[in-house]
């Protein structure tokens, strides 16, 4: 029989944050650079941080090798003690040492991950209302809100998917955002809209019954728009702006009443 602890370990080993956050190239591009970029010193505070979360057999490494440094961070990964929904570990880690730039750096990682997160949900949130189901999401009040950005914009928003997909190439398609979000002139209305046509666009290439989950989170992270799109959200207030939480507030009082 299996005990609560083991039962704990599997469901977090076959969670979808787990899974993904393994495959997801912004983040194993992060790590790359991570590793690269510690002095002997700082390896050797993250191993002392790591005794009593690593088991002592694998913290006897050569830190003066990379390969060992990944895999400490692989055992913290396959441990579950990191998970693209919590990264608290490793900034920790990175603050004992003194790395503000690789913080900033993971900073913006993360938030590339959760807006990847919010285009997956509210995908998932259209096609489940579609159904008569209610998606559970962390970031339901924002999922709403670009909902009802389509729904006040739709003349816009239909005519400009429209014209992406008469490339008739997913590939291109994704290409042509590339090249067209990073020249805009950004504004919270303009990343909300690029949102939802990312969210509209990603969603025709594949059912979204049939994407795992994480599949969405992957397709926009790993963009030339999303890196964009995120560090323009960064530099004026990430996820929890002001600006944007009082529209979604205002918002969201005006579909209430």
Excluded at 227 to 235: G, P
Aim: glycine content about 4%.
């Amino acid at each position: 029989m299996a005990l609560p602890r083991e039962i704990s370990r599997l469901k977090a080993i076959f969670s979808p944050a787990y899974c993904m956050l393994k495959s997801l190239c912004v983040f194993k591009e992060f790590v790359i650079q991570c590793v690269r970029s510690l002095s002997l010193d700082e390896r050797e505070a993250f191993r002392h941080w790591c005794i009593g979360i690593i088991p002592e057999s694998k913290l006897d490494v050569n830190l003066r090798n990379d390969g060992d440094i990944f895999k400490l961070i692989e055992f913290l990964c396959n441990d579950y003690k990191l998970s693209f929904t919590d990264f608290s570990l490793l900034r920790k880690i990175l603050s004992s040492v003194g790395r503000c730039d690789m913080l900033e750096a993971l900073e913006r990682v993360e938030l590339r991950i959760s807006v990847g997160s919010i285009v997956e949900d509210y995908i998932k949130s259209v096609n489940g209302f579609r159904q008569g189901v209610k998606l559970a999401s962390r970031y339901t009040n924002i999922v709403e809100f670009l909902a009802s950005t389509k729904e006040g914009n739709q003349e816009l928003i239909s005519s400009t998917l429209e014209v992406l997909r008469r490339v008739n190439d997913d590939n291109k398609m994704l290409e042509v955002l590339d090249r067209v979000i990073p020249d805009s002139q950004l504004s919270w209305s303009t990343v909300i809209s690029s949102l939802v046509i990312m969210g509209e666009l990603y969603a025709s290439f594949i059912p979204v019954d049939l994407a795992e989950n994480g599949y969405y989170v992957s397709l926009f992270s790993e963009t030339r728009a999303s890196e964009c799109l995120t560090m323009w959200m960064l530099e004026n207030g990430g996820l929890v702006s002001k600006h944007i939480l009082s529209h979604i507030h205002d918002l969201m009082s005006q579909l209430r009443d």
